[in-house]
């Protein structure tokens, strides 16, 4: 089906983008599977090339122009190489927006445009080892002394774990009131503030992935995000335009996914002719290609909706559980069909199963998006 809400100057940046992947990326990437981590001048070069934060105010070094489009252009050729260690999409999308979103003029000075010109990595701590999408149970806490608050607490699964240079801390600011949290932001090489260990995935192999520790980390007013009773209105703002980017990578892996297999079962002789062309098979492509097509209007959809400040948590949620869902179905039944050599990292396929299972995880899980979805319905 033809895209209609991409309009000429979109499909000019992608096809801008895609080389600048094609040429500074693919050759790195087995190598950066192998470390477990993306060197950072891969960040800086991503920065100078114009392809981190491109919304932000030229004043930080964006271009101004706030069209979602083109996050959603970056998600998608980046699924469509299976890279899963450079995940612009999180800097760009999902924490970059924060700052831009809550920040003070100073702060966006200070974090912001070293963010654009890729100078910083950002990271953003939710996630505790007994507190996943249950905010109000984090155990993370920061005292307020006046001229600087005192952080403690430990954050686990934090994708930009090692190489983040700006963390933005979540931690509840009065123990009475679950819902009073705070947004702080911790730079590398204050005093206090450790990195564990770079965690071991299934998937996302070259996406530093770690354990963050904060021993009376002294915090200044300064590194305050916004209200430091708000933060959680602020993080419940934020994740709906989150999980609209997790869809946007979703649909697009699930289509990368069934592009490979398609060739594939094409070539690959069984019985005498190619295995698509038995029933079955082509059935189950079929069925595979309209789910995929189907999905993409619904997120093209909700990508209009957030450009027109329209998209509500709840539609998100549909559109995060939904893709999520598609894609683990997807990469299933396409490692089926590529047999036995479906189970050999050396075709892509397999990379593409072992990066799939986590999206039905992360932001926010597919249990928590029916939550989310059905307590909408009353």
Same mark, same amino acid.
């Given at each position: 089906m033809k895209r209609i809400h991409f309009a000429s100057e979109? %499909? *000019?940046?992608? !096809?801008?983008f895609r080389e600048y992947l094609q040429r500074e990326v693919v050759p790195h990437t087995e190598a950066w599977e192998r470390a477990g981590i993306v060197p950072r001048s891969a960040w800086r070069n991503a920065g100078q090339a114009g392809f981190l934060a491109m919304w932000a105010d030229e004043e930080y070094g964006g271009t101004g122009i706030r069209d979602f489009r083109f996050d959603q252009v970056v998600a998608e050729e980046l699924s469509a $190489?299976? +890279?899963?260690?450079?995940? @612009?999409? @999180?800097? *760009? *999308?999902?924490?970059?927006?924060?700052?831009?979103?809550f920040g003070t003029r100073e702060q966006k000075k200070r974090w912001l445009a070293p963010a654009v010109s890729g100078e910083a990595v950002l990271a953003i701590a939710m996630t505790e080892p007994g507190a996943g999408s249950d905010l109000a149970g984090m155990t993370t806490r920061a005292l307020d002394q006046g001229d600087h608050w005192v952080l403690n607490? &430990?954050?686990? =699964?934090?994708? !930009?774990?090692?190489n983040g240079d700006v963390v933005i801390v979540a931690a509840k600011t009065d123990p009475s009131d679950p819902r009073r949290?705070?947004? =702080?932001?911790?730079e590398a090489g204050m005093a206090g503030f450790e990195r564990g260990r770079k965690l071991d995935k299934l998937g996302h192999r070259s996406q530093d992935t770690a354990e963050l520790f904060f021993r009376d980390v002294k915090v200044p007013v300064s590194n305050v995000l916004g209200d430091p009773r708000k933060g959680?209105?602020?993080?419940? %703002?934020? @994740? /709906?335009? +989150?999980?609209? &980017? +997790?869809?946007? $990578?979703?649909? /697009? *892996?699930a289509r /990368? /996914?069934?592009?490979?297999t398609l060739i594939y079962t094409k070539a690959r002789n069984a019985f005498g002719q190619p295995i698509g062309d038995f029933q079955h098979n082509r059935f189950k492509l079929a069925d595979m290609k309209t789910e995929i097509d189907v999905g993409q209007v619904f997120v093209d959809r909700?990508?209009?909706?957030? !450009?027109?400040g329209e998209l509500t948590a709840e539609i998100a949620a549909e559109a995060k559980l939904w893709t999520t869902e598609l894609l683990w179905r997807v990469v299933d039944q396409c490692v089926q069909l590529f047999g036995g050599y479906g189970y050999m990292w050396e075709y892509p396929i397999t990379r593409m199963f072992a990066n799939a299972r986590v999206h039905r995880v992360w932001a926010g899980s597919s249990e928590i998006m029916r939550e989310i979805i059905g307590r909408s319905l009353g």
């Open positions: 979109h %499909e *000019s940046f992608r !096809n801008v $190489i299976s +890279e899963g260690g450079l995940v @612009l999409p @999180l800097q *760009s *999308s999902i924490v970059a927006p924060y700052l831009d979103r607490g &430990t954050k686990t =699964f934090i994708s !930009n774990g090692i949290i705070g947004l =702080f932001i911790i959680f209105s602020y993080l419940m %703002e934020m @994740l /709906a335009p +989150e999980r609209l &980017t +997790e869809a946007c $990578i979703s649909v /697009a *892996s /990368a /996914a069934f592009d490979v909700c990508v209009m909706d957030f !450009n027109a």
